[in-house]
């Protein structure tokens, strides 16, 4: 092959990924009415959309996974109030592979659990924590609870385990998670060692996330805050057939049922979408 060939390979793959990529932002767009009815009325849909979308393109095997998954992920976002952007720590989408096509799957992050809790109007002040081997750290469990954590200015060592905690009902309560624990949560968590899972990308926090989503699980919240934290742990651990769990809002459409359409693996960009996707 000459040099020349090379050159004119290079620029047609880098064509198809660009039109590839520039189908699937304007499959986003096209719903962007639908992603603003989905929003709180404090956001903006323009933002969610350009947000979500500087996540998804700089990650090569989003834009190989499904669009309609991508758009699905983008939907529950909106419904929830969360953004996707890969820096708040909110929401994620995750690259899972399904009969050889890869599917975009939206997961919570530790932060957007948080902004949910608080959301609740039950929960106030809710936290969570890695404890480490050189940090000072004991609690106490009963009617005379308590928990105090100090952390090691540096060299803290191994992670331990993890505290969760919030005031509730007016009552501060807590929850400790050890290392065993978060290992058997690790253990059925779908992909926990692909280098695209939270659980490598973002280890402690997901080890902050599983603690507050034990602690929050036990307190009085209402099913429209506790859905989105039990579905998204069933995600989680649940190989992912892409029909088999649940959307995390009640009553939110998925993005096929919504188009009216089966879900495609593959977009065609329209012809003036190529520039807006680069």
């Keep these: 092959m000459t040099a020349q060939e090379k050159i004119d ?8 990924k660009q039109s590839v990529a520039a189908g699937m932002l304007a499959l986003i767009e096209q719903q962007k009415g639908q992603i603003a009815r989905a929003l709180p009325k404090h956001m903006d849909a323009d933002r969610m959309i350009r947000i979500a979308w500087s996540t998804i393109k700089g990650n090569a095997k989003l834009l190989k996974c499904s669009p309609i998954s991508v758009l699905n992920g983008v939907m529950e976002a909106a419904a929830l109030g969360l953004e996707i952007d890969g820096v708040l720590g909110q929401a994620y989408l995750v690259p899972y592979a399904l009969k050889g096509v890869l599917h975009a799957q939206f997961q919570l992050g530790y932060k957007g659990m948080i902004v949910l809790a608080h959301r609740s109007g039950v929960v106030r002040g809710c936290a969570a924590e890695v404890v480490y081997e050189r940090d000072q750290f ?3 469990e009963g009617t005379d609870s308590f928990l105090r954590h100090k952390r090691a200015l540096r060299d803290r060592g ?3 385990c993890v505290w969760a905690a919030c005031v509730s009902a007016g009552e501060p309560v807590f929850r400790i998670l050890d290392w065993d624990d978060i290992q058997r949560a690790k253990s059925c968590s779908k992909g926990a060692d692909s280098p695209d899972s939270p659980w490598q990308k973002h280890p402690a926090s997901m080890w902050e996330k599983t603690g507050l989503r034990a ?6 919240l209402s099913s429209e805050i506790l859905r989105p934290i039990v579905v998204d742990e069933q995600r989680e651990s649940t190989s992912f057939d892409g029909q088999s769990i649940p959307m995390l809002t009640q009553g939110t459409a998925s993005a096929a049922d919504m188009l009216g359409i089966d879900e495609p693996e593959t977009v065609e960009a329209p012809a003036n979408a190529t520039k807006a996707a680069s």
């Excluded at 390979?9 to 198809?16: L, P, Q, T, V, Y």
């Design 9 to 16: 390979e290079a620029r047609e793959r880098a064509n198809g």
């Design 138 to 140: 004991d609690y106490c």
């Design 158 to 160: 191994e992670p331990v």
């Design 215 to 220: 602690l929050l699980k036990r307190q009085p």
